[in-house]
């Protein structure tokens, strides 16, 4: 018998979710089995996770590849859980639509089915996007989980980011349909703009733009208002959901919607010694409006977040600091 919690496998590990959902992990007493890609030439430094106070007798890392799902049975044998939050992420476009879309589908299948022969998997959570919600043909001021972004605006209109989200929404779809026919439980998390501290080594992407200003950029955001939660309550959310009675379905995780302005004078009040835009510049941003996702479900269920707007600011300008990003 596994000390603690029992095992619980996280793919992706090496991601800016991924490793906060690790320490998390560790922190609440689980055994925790990750996935990172192959690295032939052994150039990855994942210190960042083997050095996490437990991780020496709690944590083992294996190699894995969406494109070979197969690749992830050795890391998924014996876990009662999987966190499934390695995706294809190609904001650039530098592959095709339809070659993202299948390596994400194919590869979380696969993962699904590997959690059908270790015979020791109950449930799997999945780390979907909020751009699987909120595309539509019509304006909508709140949105929960019924809502499904339409696959053929998105292919109309590519907006940045298009084919991401397509695989995102397909993916999703693909999982939940999967989970019901083959009685496995799946159960789907998705997060807003993600912000807050980070261990992995790389800038995650998400803190760089909501951060823009501070970095130097006068128009940084692609839409005027912006919904946003930080890391710890995604990860701690994710862990909520494995350890739930009975979840079901989708669950977003969004508790703030916030005006670009308003990002602006935050970081205006708390930050005087960086050059932002003024609110005049700040009000020619242009852009959708994004909706509000309500988090009423997961928070119906028993969860609380427990960081406010100005907390996830100050610990993301807090860790860019002390990691060298921010002067």
Known sequence: MEEGKGRVCVTGGTGFIGSWIIKRLLEDGYT?????????EGKKDVSFLTNLPGASKRLKIFNADLSKPESFSAAIEGCTGVLHTATPIDLQENEAEEVVTKRTIDGALGILKACMNSKSVKRVVYTSSASA???????EETM?????SDVNILKTLKPFGWSYSVSKTLAEKALLEFGEQHGLQVVTLIPTFVLGPFICPKLPGSVYSSLAFLFG???PFSATRIHMVHVDDVARAHIFLLEHPNPKGRYNCSPFIVNVEEIAELLSAKYPEFQIPSLEEVKNINGPKLPHLTSKKIMDAG????YSLEDMFEDAVQCCKEKGYLQ
């Not at 925790?32 to 032939?40: A, E, G, K, Q």
């Not at 969860?303 to 427990?306: A, D, G, L, P, W």
């Open 144 to 148: 929960d989980e019924s809502y499904w």
């Open 217 to 219: 950029e006068k128009n």
């Open 32 to 40: 925790v089995n990750t996935t990172v890609r192959l690295d032939p």
């Open 133 to 139: 919600v909120f595309w539509q043909s019509k304006e």
């Open 303 to 306: 969860f609380e977040f427990k």
